[in-house]
Every structure is written in C-alpha cells, then in structure tokens.
C-alpha cells in the first residue's frame, strides 16, 4: 500500500534498494490504529484528503508510538502533516518546510 505512495522514481529507487538490503520493512498497523487515525482525521477535517496509505503510516506511528517507541512521521503531504500533528505526532518534512501546528483544514473558508 505505501509503496504505491511513492511517486518520483529517485525515491522509488531508494526504497526498493533499502527494501532489498533489509534495511527497511514494510509494516500493516492493527486495525484499533486505523479507526484511531480515521477518527483524527475527521477531527482534523483531511479524512478526504488522505489515502489508505496515507492513514496506514499515521494508524502505525500511532500504533508504535503506544509501544514506548521514538516515531516521527516523514511526509511533505499537507493533509498528513496536519493529521500527524493533530494525533500529537512529529512530523519531519522531506523535502520542503513542514508546517508548524495543525489547524483544522478548511478548504472552503467556511467558519469552524
């Protein structure tokens, strides 16, 4: 699932060679993680704009974060970021500037 996220082929490429070199595992959360994540999202209003894929990585950091692990999410996408922050995750921005705090997404400029 989240190796159909990834897009630009440098990044692919990197990927696939840490998979081969074990270096990296390909992990499914528990599904409590998911409806957690989905339930985040709502509160965030970006469960629109999220993918499964999407969800999957913020349901296991949630799900890793619970077993006492370090867990940062790393994503440029904006609905992720936001969902992350609002799940009271930390967020690492690949390759642009990450936001700073998670507002309620608001597409329409309608009032909250």
Do not use: W
């Amino acid at each position: 699932m989240v190796m159909n996220e990834v897009k630009d082929e440098d990044s692919r490429a990197n990927l696939e060679r840490a998979l081969e070199a074990g270096k990296l595992l390909v992990v499914d959360p528990g599904q409590e993680f998911i409806e957690e994540a989905i339930g985040v999202a709502r509160l965030a209003g970006t469960l629109d704009k999220l993918s499964k894929a999407d969800l999957g990585v913020i349901a296991l950091a949630l799900e890793m974060r619970g077993c006492k692990k370090e867990v940062a999410v790393a994503s440029d996408d904006y609905a992720v970021q936001v969902t992350a922050l609002r799940a009271g995750l930390e967020v690492i921005p690949v390759r642009y500037r990450g936001i700073r705090e998670a507002k309620r997404h608001n597409p329409l400029g309608q009032s909250k």
